[in-house]
């Protein structure tokens, strides 16, 4: 019995595969971003679309596979640790500064300024391991972006 244990122990990989694809993970957080005030508008909708093709390089029909699961898991969501956890661990710092400025594009992508998507990126920022300083520059960034289309 101990023998077969020891086997099926040894068998398991050493690396932790996340339980969620990151792709998805990271488009949950983009598509809570956009429902943090409450309307998920078409433009903040085709904005994840734009940032899922330049971003993960996927086809469009990978891009609304992979909004449409964000899509559900955002709207089941009671925390967003479980995305988190799963980027932080699957995403290097630079892509996950990358991801903020994504966020802070999907929060702007109706034009408005709101304080509850601004209220969002700033709870998840330090849950990607991202510092003040760069969520701030991610901002800024992301405001020249939306200013120069």
Do not use: N
Request: glycine letters at 2%; one cysteine or more.
């Amino acid at each position: 019995m101990f023998d077969k244990l020891k086997q099926m122990l040894a068998s398991t990989p050493a690396v932790p595969r996340p339980e969620l694809d990151p792709h998805v993970a990271a488009t949950t957080l983009l598509v809570e971003a956009a429902l943090a005030d409450g309307i998920y508008a078409d433009c903040e909708q085709d904005q994840i679309r734009e940032i899922l093709a330049a971003a993960f390089q996927l086809d469009a029909q990978a891009v609304e596979r992979v909004l449409d699961q964000a899509e559900e898991l955002a709207e089941a969501a009671v925390d967003h640790h479980r995305f988190t956890k799963v980027v932080k661990s699957c995403l290097t710092e630079q892509d996950r500064v990358a991801l903020i400025e994504q966020l802070w594009m999907v929060s702007l992508a109706d034009g408005e300024k709101s304080p509850f998507e601004d209220a969002f990126v700033r709870r998840v920022a330090p849950l990607l391991g991202i510092d003040d300083r760069e969520r701030v520059f991610a901002r800024a960034r992301a405001e020249a972006r939306v200013r120069h289309r």
